[in-house]
């Protein structure tokens, strides 16, 4: 399992570094929707790639529907739960 985790911290920083200029760079030439869609489709793939590294897996229980505005309560315990919170509600305020 350390190994495991060492192979996703290296993927993450440098995947974050790497994501971060592109997104620094291009930022002024596209809109607010797009950048929303660009970092959730970004933290998307990193929760993909946890998944398939590290063998984590998550169920989410209940209907979140974006049809009308929910709360949604976290108690952040761990980095895990801030990007997956970003995936479940669109836009997340």
């Known amino acids: 399992m350390f190994l495991k985790s060492l192979l996703f911290s290296l993927y993450f920083y440098l995947s974050v570094?790497?994501?971060t200029v592109f997104f620094v760079l291009i930022s002024p030439f596209i809109g607010l929707k797009?950048?929303?869609?660009?970092?959730?489709?970004?933290?998307s793939i990193l929760l993909q790639v946890l998944r398939f590294i590290c063998g984590i897996d998550w169920v989410v229980k209940g209907n979140i529907?974006?049809?009308?505005?929910?709360?949604?309560?976290?108690?952040?315990?761990?980095?895990?739960?801030?990007?997956?919170l970003q995936t479940l509600a669109n836009p997340l305020t």
Not at 67 to 82: F, R
Request: net charge positive.
């Open 34 to 43: 797009n950048r929303y869609l660009l970092t959730t489709k970004f933290i």
């Open 65 to 84: 529907s974006s049809e009308k505005p929910v709360v949604i309560a976290s108690n952040h315990q761990g980095l895990w739960e801030s990007f997956y």
């Open 17 to 19: 570094i790497l994501f």
